[in-house]
């Protein structure tokens, strides 16, 4: 027989209306029954309000007392200046949840104590965008940032969303700036769909034009634009400054980087004056010739770019060609001959293959060519002898490799008992 609870005993709630509480309020059932009457509210009207309305139903009976002209005061105050809530709570001694009650009840919310961040300047300039697909050669162009008076401080070149995107550029108050203008009015394509050239012409072009802060102009432009950047006296002493600032001397990564370019001549094999007086395109240039042609020395690049005639040039590649051909079939073992007739997709698909396949050799290559490719693999993942497989039709090998997917727990002897005639 059910124990008849306490609560019904009490004669605090009826039998039906107790069914009709859940688990969790009949578990705090007294702690609500003693919490609607000091809320002065009905018990089954109290367990029916949500979490709000119990806390405004509680701050009712408490306000003419507890929340006095100076209580409100302060805790109008306490959001104007942006104090957080448990902040709050604390200096008042009442909970969170009655902070949150009583500024409701008493009208105060955070967003009418919000203070403006930035303030959008209203430019009389069209919506711009990229009017061009962003690839192929002509996939650069050159953008200005400007002041909120709408004069420009930075102009720079770029790909894609660079313009955009944030990045450490120079400030329009000095120093070093890792943002982008927070209103996109501020960024200004000046020319799109150019190419690495031009865009690079351009950018040096506007940078003269306008004139750098050092040179009396309205731009923070560390350098004067290109491929290869000049800085002057200036330009240099405010580098070095942040750069100290940042806890390492500009003259040590410079420094760092004139002894790199050393030991990479040094390895080369060529004077350190050389190298240093290349400009980058050449250093690019002879770096990619000489990681291409590994066999080759810097007296081959010498005497292929350096110096001579067109045609010891013509003969110099040619032979770095031939030697590349010759390394390249022997790696892989194929003959030269074949090597030198394949054109350059046929060569790159080869290659694939023997690196998937390390331990097949080319004549497997060109069998599995002529056979059709994996057809090995095939007829001995379906338990047929490869003689046979290749000997079928199209036709037949889809029905049989059907049937045997169909029927897992049979064979191809089973297949061939049952349907000769195939």
Known sequence: MAVEPRAIRDGLISPADWESLGAIQRKHFYR???????????????????????????????????WTGDRVELLRNAYADGKSRDYIASAL?????????????????????????????????PPQGLDHNGHGHRRFYVYAYLRTDGTPHYIGK???????????????????????????????????????????AFERDLIALLGRIEDGGCLYNFSDGGESPR????????????????????STVEAASRKKQQRHAKKLGIEADDYLTMTPEQRSHMNGWLRYNDWASITDYQAAFAGGSAARRIEVNAAANDQNEIRSAERYGIPLKDYKAMNLGERCRVKAWLRANPDRTYNDYVNS?????????????????????????????????????DNPS???????????ES
């Open 158 to 200: 770029g790909t894609g969303r660079r313009a955009w995107q944030a990045h450490s550029r120079p400030g329009p108050k000095g120093g070093i700036c890792d943002r982008t203008p927070r209103d996109p009015n501020r960024i200004r394509l000046l020319a799109v769909g150019l190419t690495n050239r031009e865009s690079l």
């Open 369 to 405: 060519k002529t056979r059709g490719r994996n057809s090995e693999e095939t007829a001995a993942h379906y338990g047929i002898p490869l003689d046979e497989y290749l000997g079928m039709s199209d036709q037949i090998r889809r029905r049989t490799k059907k049937w045997l997917c």
């Open 93 to 125: 001694g009442v909970s969170p949840q009655n902070v949150n009650a009583a500024a409701s009840r008493f009208g105060i919310r955070r967003r009418d104590y919000r203070r403006v961040r930035h303030v959008r300047e209203e430019f009389n300039y």
């Open 410 to 420: 049979k064979t191809y002897q089973d297949y061939r008992r049952l349907r000769p």
């Open 32 to 66: 609500t029954v003693s919490r609607a009457e000091a809320a002065g509210v009905p018990l089954l009207e109290f367990i029916q309000m949500d979490r709000g309305q119990r806390v405004q139903a509680s701050l009712a009976d408490r306000g003419p007392t507890f």
């Open 231 to 250: 800085h002057n006296s200036r330009t240099r002493e405010r580098l070095s400054r942040i750069a100290k600032a940042r806890g390492m001397p500009r």
